[in-house]
């Protein structure tokens, strides 16, 4: 559905949804990376990107570090999508021969239709919000600062009570 990037940036925004506090809490690349168990050089990359697209804006030097431009619930998981995938409202036919309704549509064109609809619902109706609300419902924290993932699954509403982990 969607490649590493974009992947990797709905991480890095959604880490970011998690401790926003009206534009106070800023994180690092570093941070971020660490706690969403990325590679610190590709979301730095991807943040910079993402500030180039003004979903977040970036200050550096010691107390600077990212923040969303907007509130989580003014940013959809589409604004990141259309940046890192390309977007194409025309589908492929898995069988060949081109666009899948030029001419006779293929046996599962109706159902491909129906699926990229529903995708772009998802994307569109989705916002950072609901990363943000995760955490408070649950009552769960975010990963601590200072604590270091081993993959992005882990950190997502991990219990802040988790000792930091050593870094060589």
Same mark, same amino acid.
């Given at each position: 559905?969607?490649?590493?990037? *974009?992947?990797?940036?709905?991480?890095?925004?959604?880490?970011?949804?998690?401790?926003?506090? @009206? !534009?106070?809490? =800023? &994180?690092?690349?570093?941070?971020?990376?660490?706690?969403?168990?990325?590679? =610190?050089?590709?979301?730095?990359?991807? &943040?910079?990107? &993402?500030?180039?697209?003004?979903?977040?804006? !970036?200050?550096?030097?010691? !107390?600077?570090?990212?923040?969303?431009?907007?509130?989580? @619930?003014? /940013?959809?998981?589409?604004?990141?999508?259309?940046?890192?995938?390309?977007?194409? @409202?025309? &589908?492929?036919?898995? +069988?060949?021969? !081109?666009?899948?309704?030029?001419?006779?549509?293929?046996?599962?064109?109706? =159902? /491909?239709?129906?699926?990229?609809?529903?995708?772009?619902? /998802?994307?569109?109706?989705?916002? +950072?919000?609901? +990363?943000?609300?995760?955490? $408070?419902?649950?009552? /769960?924290?975010?990963?601590?600062?200072?604590?270091?993932?081993? @993959?992005? =699954?882990?950190? +997502?509403?991990?219990? $802040?009570?988790?000792?930091?982990? *050593? *870094?060589?």
């Amino acid at each position: 559905m969607y490649g590493k990037q *974009t992947e990797t940036a709905i991480a890095a925004m959604s880490r970011l949804a998690e401790v926003w506090d @009206n !534009g106070k809490t =800023r &994180l690092s690349a570093i941070e971020i990376a660490d706690q969403r168990g990325l590679p =610190r050089a590709m979301v730095a990359k991807i &943040l910079s990107t &993402l500030s180039q697209a003004g979903l977040v804006k !970036g200050s550096p030097g010691p !107390g600077g570090g990212y923040l969303l431009a907007r509130a989580p @619930n003014e /940013l959809s998981l589409h604004e990141v999508y259309e940046i890192f995938e390309r977007v194409d @409202n025309s &589908l492929n036919c898995p +069988f060949g021969g !081109g666009v899948c309704g030029v001419g006779a549509p293929c046996a599962i064109h109706d =159902r /491909l239709v129906s699926m990229q609809v529903s995708v772009q619902k /998802l994307l569109n109706e989705t916002t +950072f919000e609901i +990363f943000r609300k995760a955490v $408070q419902e649950d009552g /769960l924290k975010p990963v601590a600062k200072g604590v270091r993932v081993e @993959n992005a =699954r882990e950190s +997502f509403r991990a219990a $802040q009570t988790r000792k930091p982990r *050593t *870094t060589k």
